[in-house]
């Protein structure tokens, strides 16, 4: 008996023994299947970083940011995000490349085109959704949300209908400034929305805006900001040079590149407007190699062909005097756009032409006070009679340079509305619609405003418009400018 008992228990060790090697098979299969899909999923995160980080030059650190704050798709995410940085550094495009790249949930908003509540949340719905109105459904969106009660009720609704299984979701709002003049109660909303809706919800906020803008007496959730610098100058030459033609070599596209930004550093670093120029200019660049006048190498007959395009036609094409088709056309049809920016009786449908009545004698002001002397505006727009004595003698010497050599000299505001209202031949009541037209020919980078590094309270600015250009928007209101110039009365 004790024999047998000893054989069974042997056997029943045997067993054991087996089913424990079972089981550490069968979990070390698991474990080796889970880092499987682990490996796989880190290659596919992996290979959507690098793609991303080559598609934005000089964005990694930004891009890393946000990319560790999303996180995966099912880990739960910050509730908002606050991107800000001056227009065209690529926020925009950065978010929408790893919203599609992570294949998230997400609505892309432009509150440019929200310019109501109702809006911003029907569009916000219609894209979590996936509707589109459009003429098979009348034009009917998602559903009518009027309020911010109902959206967030219609939010938490739609998440259980599109089975998001817990997955993270992004809102982006862009041109995020425009919340500041809606319903003072919308923003902290929206920064809240994850916690209110109970949502895995992120809201993300794009402007050129400094967070501290957004100040409100009631005070708001305090979102993470994550800010996008401007582009240095190896930066954006290499975002242009991928572009780069393939009958044509990187080294090559590279030079010209680099003549670009010298001449363009000045007055624009903006990647749009560079490209613009780029693709107008870069065809007239390349005429002397198709031509058999120059090889690749031969830089300096390239420059002396470009050369003069840069100078006379690079201010017209900043301030879209002439659409890129247009342009295109005048060349090759071999009317040079060179040879009208030199004759200015050639007909154009120059920007600085379709200015409106008044501001057109606002800029003959400016080019006014910035050639003529101080001394003379007495002698050219004092209206009054003025009793004549003795008067000193003004001897030029022939050395003098004219003022219109020299180039355009800074003024005051005060100076240029005083002698805006000796021009003008109507009484012009001073509004502040007539003051906004400074700062829109500002913006269109027809004047300059300066800084005073003396007189810190007093605004300077300075005229960049050449002499034709203010002679023809003198001839379209008959006024003789001429008569006022400094250069040309004595």
């Not at 047998?4 to 023994?17: A, K, L, T």
């Not at 916000?124 to 003429?135: A, D, K, R, V, Y």
Request: glycine content about 4%; proline content about 5%.
């Amino acid at each position: 008996d004790k024999g047998v008992d000893g054989d069974e228990e042997e056997e029943d060790e045997e067993e054991e023994e087996e089913w424990e090697k079972e089981e550490i098979e069968e979990m070390e299969e698991e474990n080796l299947e889970q880092e499987k899909d682990g490996v796989v999923q880190s290659e596919e995160e992996t290979n959507g970083s690098t793609y991303i980080y080559h598609m934005f030059p000089g964005r990694k650190q930004q891009i890393s940011i946000l990319l560790s704050l999303m996180g995966k798709p099912l880990e739960w995410v910050t509730p908002a995000l606050y991107v800000y940085g001056h227009t065209g550094v690529g926020k925009t495009l950065v978010i929408k490349n790893i919203m599609i790249k992570s294949q998230v949930p997400h609505a892309y908003v432009d509150m440019i085109e929200c310019y109501s509540p109702r809006i911003l949340f029907e569009t916000i719905l219609n894209q979590l959704s996936g509707t589109l109105p459009s003429s098979s459904n009348s034009y009917i969106g998602y559903v009518r949300c009027d309020n911010l009660p109902q959206f967030i009720r219609e939010l938490c609704q739609l998440s259980t209908t599109q089975e998001w299984n817990e997955s993270s979701v992004y809102i982006v709002l862009d041109h995020a400034e425009r919340l500041r003049k809606m319903e003072p109660t919308l923003l902290p909303a929206l920064l809240r929305l994850a916690e209110l809706s109970n949502l895995n919800l992120c809201t993300i906020f794009i402007s050129q805006l400094v967070w501290e803008k957004y100040a409100t007496s009631t005070g708001c959730y305090q979102p993470l900001v994550v800010y996008f610098p401007e582009y240095k100058k190896d930066e954006v030459l290499e975002i242009l040079s991928l572009d780069c033609p393939s009958e044509y070599s990187k080294d090559f596209y590279h030079t010209f590149l680099t003549s670009l930004w010298n001449v363009m550093n000045s007055i624009s670093r903006d990647i749009s407007e560079l490209r613009h120029i780029r693709d107008l200019l870069f065809p007239i660049y390349c005429e002397p190699i198709k031509s058999g006048q120059a090889t690749e190498k031969e830089t300096w007959k390239l420059w002396r062909h470009i050369e003069p395009y840069y100078k006379n036609i690079l201010p017209r094409l900043y301030i879209r005097e002439s659409t890129s088709l247009n342009w295109i056309k005048e060349h090759n049809k071999g009317e040079r756009v060179l040879v009208a920016a030199k004759d200015p009786a050639l007909p154009s449908s120059s920007t600085e032409h379709n200015l409106p009545y008044f501001t057109k004698y606002l800029m003959i002001a400016a080019y006014l006070s910035s050639y003529n002397p101080v001394k003379t505006d007495r002698k050219f727009f004092s209206k009054g009679k003025s009793v004549k004595g003795k008067s000193k003698v003004v001897r030029h010497h022939k050395e003098e340079l004219k003022r219109q050599l020299i180039g355009p000299r800074p003024f005051s505001l005060e100076r240029m509305m005083t002698i805006f209202h000796s021009i003008t031949e109507e009484d012009v009541i001073p509004t502040a619609c007539l003051y906004s037209q400074i700062s829109t020919l500002v913006s269109l980078h027809l004047l300059a405003k300066v800084s005073s590094g003396d007189v810190l309270d007093v605004v300077k600015y300075k005229c960049l418009v050449t002499f034709e250009v203010i002679r023809e928007i003198s001839k379209s209101i008959n006024f003789e400018i001429v008569r006022y110039l400094y250069d040309y009365s004595h």
